[in-house]
C-alpha cells in the first residue's frame, strides 16, 4: 500500500542556518503531496503542495519540489528562524484511494537562537 | 472567519465514562475526520466522513463512534473510554479528501 518515510527527529538548528526534512513516498500512479506544520499547541496546517511531478510548492520561505524519479518530496529552507520551531508532516493522497491522506510521522524541528 | 472548532479543549475522565468530543466547521466542507496523535505514532486516522449520512472506518476505530447528520457537525463519541483511548485528538475538515485540511485546535484526552 501507499507509504510515506520522514527522516526522524527531532531536528535541531542554529537560527539562520539551512533546514533539509527529508521525505520519500511509495504509491501507484501520481499521488499528491503535501507538507503541514504543526506549532506548539496548535493543530496542523497546510504548508505547501504540489501535485504534478517537477512542480515546486513553496510558501513562508520553504520549498519542496516533486521528484518522481526518486519519489521525494523533501523540505527545504535557506535560513530558519526560532519561530520555525514545529512538527512538520509529509503527507500524501493517491487518486486511486480517494479516501483519504496517507501521513508521515512527523519530524520535530527546534531553532535556537 | 473559516474554522474548525472543538470542545471541549482538555478532558479528564475515568474508564467507563461515555462522552462525546464535538466537531463543527462553518465551511461548507464535505469531507471531515478525526485523528489521534501520540508519540512516536504520528497522526492516526479514526472515521471519516465523505459526506452527510456517509461515515467510514479509518485506521483505528476501536472504541470510538462517529455521526454525520449534518454538514457542519462530526462529534466523537467514546461509549466507553479506555486508559488507551488517552490521547491528542484532532478534527479536519475540506472540501474534498485531496484539497487542504483545515484541523481544529485539538482535545487532550486523559482517561484514568
Known amino acids: 500500500g501507499d507509504s510515506v518515510t520522514q527522516m526522524e527527529g527531532p531536528v535541531t538548528l542554529s537560527e539562520e542556518a539551512f533546514l533539509t526534512i527529508n521525505c520519500t513516498y511509495t504509491a501507484t500512479g501520481y499521488p499528491s503531496l503535501f507538507w503541514y506544520v504543526q506549532y506548539p499547541g496548535e493543530g496542523l496546517q497546510l504548508l505547501l503542495k504540489a501535485t504534478k511531478a517537477d512542480d515546486k510548492g513553496s510558501n513562508k520561505g520553504f520549498e519542496a519540489t516533486y521528484r518522481k524519479e526518486t519519489t521525494s518530496f523533501h523540505l527545504e529552507k535557506g535560513s530558519v528562524q526560532v519561530s520555525d520551531s514545529a512538527v512538520y508532516f509529509c503527507a500524501l493522497h493517491n487518486a486511486g484511494n480517494n479516501r483519504k491522506l496517507i501521513w508521515g510521522l512527523g519530524t520535530s524541528l527546534a531553532v535556537n537562537p | 472567519e473559516a474554522q474548525v472548532t472543538q470542545n471541549p479543549r482538555y478532558l479528564i475522565t475515568v474508564t467507563g465514562k461515555k462522552l462525546t468530543v464535538t466537531c463543527s466547521q462553518n465551511m461548507n466542507h464535505e469531507y471531515m475526520s478525526w485523528y489521534r496523535q501520540d508519540p512516536g505514532l504520528g497522526l492516526r486516522q479514526i472515521y471519516y466522513?465523505?459526506?452527510?449520512?456517509?461515515?467510514d472506518k479509518g485506521d483505528v476505530p476501536e472504541g470510538y463512534k462517529v455521526s454525520r447528520k449534518e454538514k457542519r457537525n462530526f462529534p466523537l463519541i467514546l461509549e466507553s473510554p479506555s486508559p488507551n483511548q488517552t490521547s491528542l485528538y484532532f478534527c479536519?475538515?475540506?472540501?474534498?479528501?485531496?484539497?487542504?485540511?483545515?484541523f481544529g485546535p485539538g482535545t487532550r484526552l486523559t482517561v484514568t
Open positions: 466522513s465523505m459526506n452527510v449520512e456517509a461515515t
Open positions: 479536519a475538515s475540506s472540501l474534498k479528501v485531496h484539497y487542504e485540511q483545515y
